[in-house]
């Protein structure tokens, strides 16, 4: 009999209701993210990086001092996924079957200025817009390339412009 993978669980969102106008969507923490209690941990995932070079939240200011930028830019991170059922850190080994959603219907009340959401790849967008968008108020959805290391075919320059683009031009 085949192991069954760990339950993981994601993060709680970095928001702050007053100025929060973009929400950064993922799919679920990957390995070096949930062993760090940190947002994009892995070090060779382009968000800081690109986090840096758009609201001076880059991987060398203190962690606490990235999200503090972030949210005085009025992004919030989190996750489409409380918890699922993963071996590994790639998306494509999640267990959709284990998947539940966070609560966005709360979400979404306690953050009414959030008018737009960005997602970090294809699953974060899939899942998404397949169980959580149709309950919800209208919402501007833009899927940008993800940052993982493990979506390495685009370069880091092509990332940054897509994501600058995105987010910038409000």
Not at 16 to 28: E, K, N, Y
Request: charged residues 20%; glycine residues 8%.
């Amino acid at each position: 009999m085949a192991d069954t993978p760990p339950r993981l669980r994601s993060f709680p969102p970095v928001a702050d209701p007053a100025t929060a106008h973009t929400l950064i969507l993922g799919s679920m923490p990957g390995v070096a993210s949930l062993a760090a209690g940190r947002y994009y941990a892995h070090p060779r995932n382009q968000f800081w990086p690109i986090m840096g070079a758009l609201f001076g939240a880059g991987p060398e200011q203190p962690y606490d001092a990235r999200l503090q930028a972030l949210m005085r830019a009025g992004i919030a991170l989190w996750d489409v996924l409380e918890s699922c059922e993963r071996p590994g850190s790639l998306d494509a080994d999640i267990d959709l079957r284990s998947a539940q959603a966070n609560d966005f219907a709360d979400f979404f009340a306690t953050h009414p200025r959030i008018t737009r959401v960005a997602f970090n790849g294809g699953t974060a967008e899939r899942l998404f817009r397949r169980d959580i968008a149709p309950q919800l108020r209208p919402l501007e959805l833009i899927r940008l390339p993800s940052t993982s290391p493990a979506h390495a075919g685009l370069p880091a320059g092509h990332k940054l412009a897509a994501w600058q683009a995105a987010l910038c031009d409000h």
